[in-house]
């Protein structure tokens, strides 16, 4: 089921109902409903798949209450890791094998040995990245002792199924998560109008923003050899813009879901075309990706309280691992080492001056010295978004020689015509630019009425925008 | 909650004020203007024409009758408002439309049993999202009333914008907005209307792995004769001629002959009750040639110049 289809808004229609207006009273049942809606919403895919995301969850589960009973350190320690092997080879299978079969098959054949295929056909289960996490993080708090396991089985499985954020995240902790599922919800009327804000605003990235984008991002990357390097810079552009609409635009729709069901996510996108270097970036893009890798690997590494070597190679396994994550494609590795290596200058070149919190920060706009660090950081992330978005190394490689070498041209019909999204680009930005410092983006501080003619005017951009006889899917439910 | 409940009705009716506010704006716009230059779109936008005839029907009229060389021949004026996959419905709509801006003094009228089970016949019988302007006009309502599932027709009666947003791709407002910025690219003739198909390779339709299986029972849908008679009314009210054609069919493909047979004695009736004029092209043998046709329902450009040379020849006696 796509949050922007039909049957999705039928199906929150009922759920919120039956949720507030019949269950409101009792946390248990308000959990066991939450869990057959997050089923149905799975299933809808793929019930089969459910199975396996049970299995996992009550492995997870059994594994938190394994550790709790243990008192010796080394025992526990030899639980966590289990757990965490456990469900790392279940993700390996599914998403990696065939992977590393081929590569490893490539490899066998490059240096003159004959392999037969031993790739095997396995469908991805959507999710898997996400839910797999969600119980890693589960064992690990336990093990840190920062959350108390919990015996009730109907909430864990419902943390782990939780229909708003089951697909695309955000990757919630379970010591920030879990226990919100063991308290009685309140309906709350501010949390659920900044809930519908960031529906809608979620909405708006998605259908206006990143499906506009996505045609045109999609027709250049699909005829680059033919296309002038102007076309090609503005196809980069238009794919940057798409994956963050795309991916911000999911997030934002299920941390606003989240809040109409008295739920708190963390926050997954805070402005992340505004930042003025790759550290903030990556401090505003997936924030609930990034702390995960920092809380669960970066500092038990050593974090950077350690030599410049050691906290670049730090640094390299949590790139490297995040590219990983994303696909089981050279691809995104490249991209992740990539981040990596664009984060050297400030292990070994620490800028002194001190970060303001965001750009601009206290006036209306930025200083000539932040403008030309954004341009230089978006360019830089646009750069590797080339590698995530081509299909192999040398689409990539390739792509890269075309904008070198073909000619430039502005006057181009195909460099024309697609320039009728820049006016709703600049909408997106020009919103964003004004809400920089908040996290929600429609938190806008204008009269009533304005907001509701702007909030109108949105939503007539989306249902302009949208397919109603076919949903375009999400790019991160295939991570 | 009883807060958001009273705020968001109040939105709600703010909303659907402004939508029937926009939903005339855009009936007025897109009743003149057609974004998409659609054959059907090129159609509807048509004025003042006066012409001798016009034939209508399915992508078995719009490629199959040649109409620059049937006005050639028999020094007429005509044009082809045939539409890909349309039903009599479809064609009813079309031609009250039409006949509102243009006069015409007779109709060729394509009927074989694919107009009959239209259902079956063809993927998108009635192009509902076409006539969208028109909507609230009672003639075109009931169109919409008698083809498109009921909740649909109550969804687009009741709530203002909507049967514009379901068909967003067809009313962009950016495009108007844009002066057109999509090139507008008519594959058809735009003098007469008649798209000829160029495709010889007519060998490869002949595979009998890929030939349908013909059952042997006469489908008729009830809604396609409806439809049937209401276009001859029409055209009675317009005091126009309606000469009714079987364009050819490369029937060894697509008919069992016992269902054949009763076809033809379904539409014997049918015009006798209705007194036309008729004119088969389907025992015409010399057509009966692989050679002349695209695929088992539509003959190549060289099966269509000499199946509107028959045409025409047999015209002559009826204009």
Known sequence: MLFNSFVFLLFFCIVFIVYWFVLSQRVRLQNLFLLISSCVFYGWWDYRFLILMGLSSLFGFASGYWIERRTDHWQRKLILSITIVANLLFLGFFKYYNFFASSFAELLTTTGFRVDDFTLKIILP????????????????????????????????????????????????????????????????????????????????KIVIADGCGVLADAIFNTYSTQPSSVLLLGVFYFAIQIYGDFSGYTDIAIGLGKLFGFEFTLNFKTPYFSRSIPEFWRRWHISLTSWFRDYIYIPLGGNRVSKAIAFRNIFIVFFLSGLWHGANWTYVVWGVLYAVLYIPSIFFPDKTKLTPYIGYGKVWPSI??????????????????????????????????????????????????????????????IEWINRDKDCQLDLSWSKSIRWGFYMFLIYLIFFSINFHKATEFIYFQF | MKRLIINSAVFVVLAYILSTMLSWGYTALFKNYKPDQSKKNWTLVRKG?????????????????????????????????????????????????????????????????????????????????????????????????????????????????????????????????????????????????????YDMNYKKFLRTDTLPVQKDTLHIEQRDELYFHKIISLCREKGMKVILITTPLFTKGIYAPANRAKFQQYLDRLIREEKLTYINFMDVTSLQDVRYFRDMTHTNIEGTRIYTRYLARQLKDHF
């Open chain 2, 49 to 197: 024409d006066t012409l001798d005839y016009i034939t209508i029907g399915s992508s078995r009229v719009f490629h199959m009758v040649d109409v620059p060389l049937l006005n050639t021949l028999t020094n007429k004026k005509g044009l082809n408002i045939g539409t890909s996959g349309s039903s009599y419905a479809d064609n009813y709509a079309l031609l009250v439309k039409y006949l509102e801006r243009n006069k015409v003094q007779a109709l060729i009228l394509n009927a074989d049993e694919l107009c009959f089970h239209s259902t079956t016949g063809y993927t998108y019988p009635f192009k509902d999202y076409e006539y969208m302007p028109y909507f609230f006009e009672d003639t075109i309502n009931q169109v919409y009333k008698d083809n498109v599932p009921k909740w649909k027709y109550y969804v687009w009666s009741g709530i203002p914008l909507s049967r514009y947003i379901e068909f967003n791709e067809h009313y962009e407002l950016g495009s108007v907005l844009w002066l057109n910025a999509k090139k507008p690219v008519c594959k058809f003739d735009t003098t007469a209307g008649t798209e000829l198909l």
């Open chain 1, 369 to 430: 010295r932040e403008v030309i660090q954004l341009i230089i950081t978006f360019a830089l992330v646009c750069v590797a978004w080339v590698f995530f978005r081509s299909a192999s190394l040398t689409e990539a490689l390739r792509y890269f020689k075309a904008i070198a070498t073909h000619p430039f041209k502005l006057s181009d019909y195909y460099f024309l015509s697609p320039l009728h999204m820049m006016p709703l680009i600049l909408l997106l930005f020009t």
């Open chain 1, 126 to 205: 959507i999710g898997i990245s996400f839910y797999t996490f969600h119980n890693i993080s589960y064992a690990i708090d336990v093990y840190r002792k920062e959350l108390k396991p919990t015996g009730d089985i109907i909430a864990y499985f419902a943390f782990i199924s939780f229909f708003p954020q089951l697909v695309a995240g955000p990757i919630m902790k379970a010591k920030d998560f879990l226990p919100q599922f063991l308290v009685k919800r309140n309906f709350n009327y501010p949390g659920a109008v900044q809930g519908l804000r960031f529906i809608l605003w979620g909405y708006f990235k």
